[in-house]
């Protein structure tokens, strides 16, 4: 026989359900209309990793071409994307924008969307994966910190890392290479030829732009909501007049002092970061990362779903940030941008405004894990503190060019005190005249 | 010709200027260290709602400053920081 549940204490003290509200029925649901706007925002949000983007079709690792099933596939700079070497079939990957709606519904983002490819870095992940090959069987081994795909020793398979595993390797989109490595090289000796002549001999004996290197570079492509608040004081001039003769005259200006307020409602479509803290770090002192950042940004509208067929030949860098570690980064550039907004807006300020204090509220962001195309070319200069690495990057897409050729001091310093010398030398002549 | 004391100094200054100058450009122009990705102007950004309340009244008047700009000018500099409100 079935023992009667036990009722619990019921005397003074003891715990007990709130009472209901006069009216309420007991099995009212929570309606959130009655909560508070925040409570509300955060209960209606959507949760975090809503977008799944792995394609289930590529988990065995290979990829097939769907003419003919050789995993002999390559990407080939061009509007297919992909070709096949054993039929020659051409075909290209979707594009995750219209794959997976990713250019739509900014104006209506809310919270945190992580898309699977962006999920967090599992804290036991390691970069070396172990495949057991679908061809033959085989044991096949990928290092992800440096390479995306590895080819069977005994069947010749190629083998891909396709399904998105918890160590950042796999994003969810890649931007495939469309500039050539001739047309990189090109750029690269370009942009050296226009800085020769106080470049370090070392560097130049060295310059070989033919070594330069095809690297996917792992971002987060951030869309994102925002409001920003910005309240300081700008100055309109009311006069302007000078005083004093001839040579000692000077010109004064009166002006009036107003208090200025702006707030900014804005949208902001496909931000990239740098998701790897090595290349996030843009310390000029300590390294040349700025470089490769200033050749952002990429047309990442065309990016395609993850296929490590546009990775045969290319070196890649596993991504090693997550979204909590960029959002601070985001947040501020996000601010930059809606100051940058409010500026024709304050025009009427004619001496400028100095704003002293500001707010960003970020209402929805959604994050995209992609790996974005770089030509790089490296030079390691020796020096104190293990020395400098200069990077000349190539914009694998857009082309645009940005590098840091290391300078022979002693030659800049004696041309910089020649020009001084020489300057000084007519000035003196102008004053004895 | 006859130049003042404040003009030959200036006059005499244009020497180390010039070398510091020309050190300052060159270095620039080879190692870029002062670039970075434009995002402000690169990225799309589509403005829902702009708005600002302009004052009635002047906070305050400045008569007979020499300088042409508002001291601490930021209205271009838009990623310098600033107290949070």
């Known amino acids: ?433 | 010709m006859n130049i003042d004391g404040d003009a030959i100094l200036l006059l005499l200054a244009l020497g180390p200027a010039g070398a510091v100058g020309f050190y300052w450009a060159m270095q620039r122009h080879y190692r870029n260290t002062d670039k970075s990705h434009a995002f402000e102007h690169e990225t799309a950004v589509e403005v829902l709602a702009l708005n600002g309340i302009e004052a009635l009244r002047t906070v305050a008047e400045i008569r007979g400053t020499r300088s042409p700009r508002i001291q601490g000018d930021n209205v271009g500099n838009h990623r310098q920081r600033v107290q949070p409100m």
């Open chain 1, 1 to 433: 026989m079935a023992s009667k549940p036990n009722p619990g204490p019921t005397g003074l003290g003891s715990p007990q359900d709130m009472p209901r509200a006069p009216g309420q029925h007991p099995m009212d649901p929570l309606d959130p209309s009655t909560l508070p706007e925040p409570i509300r925002d955060e209960l209606l949000a959507t949760d975090p990793a809503a977008i799944e983007t792995a394609s289930k079709e590529l988990r065995d690792g290979l990829n097939h071409c769907p003419k003919c099933g050789s995993t002999e596939v390559r990407h080939r700079p061009g509007p297919r994307g992909l070709i096949c070497l054993y039929c020659r079939h051409e075909w290209t990957a979707t594009r995750v924008e219209e794959a997976f709606g990713l250019g739509e519904g900014i104006a209506n983002l809310q919270g945190t969307q992580i898309a699977s490819g962006a999920r967090d870095i599992a804290a036991d992940a390691v970069g070396l994966l172990s495949f057991k090959c679908s061809g033959c069987g085989a044991e096949v081994v990928v290092n992800t910190e440096t390479a995306m795909t590895a080819r069977c020793h005994w069947c010749r398979h190629v083998l891909g890392v396709n399904e998105q595993i918890d160590n950042g390797a796999v994003p969810d989109a890649v931007l495939p290479f469309h500039i050539r490595k001739d047309d990189a090289v090109a750029r690269i000796s370009q942009f050296v030829n226009k800085r020769r002549l106080f470049a370090l001999e070392a560097f130049k004996d060295e310059f070989s732009p033919e070594n330069v290197v095809g690297v996917y570079l792992p971002y987060m492509v951030v869309d994102a909501r925002g409001s920003a608040d910005a309240a300081g004081l700008g100055e309109i001039e009311t006069r302007r007049y000078t005083r004093g003769q001839d040579k000692n005259k000077q010109t004064y200006f009166d002006a009036d002092v107003w208090r200025v307020q702006r707030h900014v409602d804005f949208t902001v479509d496909d931000l990239p970061l740098e998701s790897s803290a090595k290349r996030g770090n843009l310390d000029t002192r300590t390294n040349t990362h700025n470089v490769i950042n200033t050749i952002l940004p990429f047309d990442t509208k065309n990016a395609v779903k993850w296929n490590a067929s546009y990775l045969v030949g290319y070196t890649s860098e596993k991504r090693d940030r997550d979204v909590q570690h960029l959002m601070p980064r985001m947040r501020e550039q996000m601010l930059s941008i809606a100051r940058a907004q409010m500026q024709p807006s304050v025009r009427r300020y004619d001496r400028g405004v100095r704003w002293e204090r500001e707010r960003m509220d970020l209402k929805g962001t959604r994050w995209v894990a992609m790996y974005l195309p770089v030509w790089l070319y490296a030079y390691h200069h020796p020096g104190s503190g293990g020395g400098l690495r200069h990077y000349i990057a190539v914009n694998g897409r857009t082309g645009e060019t940005m590098g840091s050729v290391p300078v022979q001091q002693w030659k800049l310093i004696l041309a910089a005190l020649t020009i001084g010398t020489v300057v000084e030398a007519l000035a003196l002549w102008f004053i004895a005249r």
